[in-house]
């Protein structure tokens, strides 16, 4: 009873550290435009500080992953809050966009310590049903986005200021560091008890981890590079972004906690062919909807993107768990890459769609919606390529009939 009761605390308690990061994204998307007119940042601008809000993530991976092994998820998790407590203290603290670009860097940094500590430790903690309980994990990134977009919001409409909505994520964050304290981390299960070379050697030997890695990439920036620019872009879609934002993440997040007998149906690869689909039609639809529709198509991408993040840390840990706590975070941490390499990109985008648009004679809000409506289309290329690489990966795993 005593080493259930432990189980689930450091579940319970990785669910709120995953709430912080999440905090991190919905706050970060329903701050964009007091930031514009606090500070005059450019749309370039807020590429780049959404790319900073990303790119720590894979660089903590890259050191969490390889370090798991000896210092296991208790002292990463440490790291995690420490990281998480300055960026927090020092983004408030901000004045130029200079000192907010690096204090964001801690706050992503600490994100991805999070996720090399956590993933492993519920894949060690629940070794007969990793997909159902990574899945219910993963509940709190968009039930997280939604909260955290709601706060925004709800802040704003009261006068709050931009950095009392970032003050809100000490909130999450003391509450995993306390339920932390004083609990007894469970051992690795065998077959993750690899050295990390030996995880290291099983990463390299393996095409079908290389080519999620490729996937990984480009799932992330699917689900997470539409929405952390979804105020931006949907600003005069006649739809509330912030709305938007926190309809798709409260779907997404009561998808994953009942993913369990849709991944026992159609396994791992069909859940994930059948998101690339669905994700795919959603943007292009989002692309051309104005008022209520724009709803409409926000559900659709809700059920598409709803399974891209576990599954695909499932399918590392099932199919190829050989990899170990470095596969899983190492994964993670390149899905994070992609997306902060495509933040600049998208924010370029709109810049040059608007002025593509402006030539054509629109103004005013038709043209910011000219605009965000050609940047989404853009998007939406990136779940039709995964279709055909999804397609591929369930032929092979249906045809082998075992681990990749």
């Not at 706050?27 to 790319?51: E, K, P």
């Not at 990134?141 to 709800?154: D, E, H, N, Q």
Request: proline share 4%; charged share 10%.
């Amino acid at each position: 009873m005593e080493n259930q009761l432990n189980r689930n605390r450091l579940f319970i308690a990785s669910c709120f550290a995953l709430l912080t990061t999440a905090f991190a994204f919905g706050i970060r998307a329903g701050i964009m435009n007091d930031l514009v007119t606090d500070m005059s940042l450019s749309d370039q601008q807020l590429g780049w500080i959404n790319f900073m809000g990303i790119f720590g993530f894979p660089i903590a991976t890259l050191v969490g992953g390889p370090l798991y092994n000896s210092l296991g998820p208790k002292k990463i998790g440490n790291i995690a809050f420490l990281c998480h407590f300055i960026g927090i203290t020092f983004s408030i603290l901000s004045n130029s966009f200079y000192t907010l670009f690096f204090s964001t860097f801690f706050i992503s940094f600490a994100n991805g310590m999070v996720e090399a500590a956590y993933n492993p430790l519920i894949a060690s903690m629940y070794t007969s049903n990793r997909a159902t309980m990574l899945n219910r994990f993963h509940v709190w990134f968009p039930g997280g986005i939604a909260i955290g977009s709601l706060i925004a919001l709800s802040l704003g409409l009261l006068g709050g200021s931009w950095q009392i909505k970032i003050a809100v994520m000490y909130v999450p964050a003391f509450t995993y560091f306390l339920l932390f304290r004083g609990q007894a981390f469970p051992e690795a299960p065998k077959e993750t008890t690899m050295s990390t070379a030996d995880n290291l050697k099983a990463i390299m030997s393996s095409p079908i981890y290389w080519l999620m890695l490729v996937c990984m990439a480009l799932t992330a920036t699917t689900e997470l590079g539409t929405q952390s620019w979804v105020e931006r872009i949907l600003a005069n879609s006649g739809a509330q972004p912030l709305l938007v934002l926190a309809l798709v993440t409260v779907l997404m997040a009561v998808g994953r906690m009942f993913a369990g007998p849709l991944i026992h149906r159609l396994n791992i690869t069909g859940v994930l062919l059948g998101s690339a689909i669905i994700s795919a039609l959603a943007i292009f639809m989002m692309s051309m909807a104005t008022g209520p529709m724009v709803y409409v198509a926000a559900v659709l991408f809700a059920i598409g993107v709803c399974y891209f993040w576990p599954n695909m840390i499932s399918f590392v840990a099932d199919y190829l768990p050989k990899t170990g706590a470095l596969g899983m975070s190492l994964i993670g941490g390149v899905g994070m890459l992609g997306l902060s390499i495509f933040q600049p990109i998208i924010g370029g985008w709109i810049e040059g769609h608007r002025a593509v648009k402006s030539a054509e004679g629109l103004t005013g809000e038709a043209l910011e919606l000219a605009a965000g409506q050609a940047t989404l289309a853009n998007i939406a290329i990136i779940p039709t390529l995964l279709i055909g690489v999804f397609l591929f990966l369930f032929l092979y795993v249906r045809k082998n009939k075992t681990h990749a």
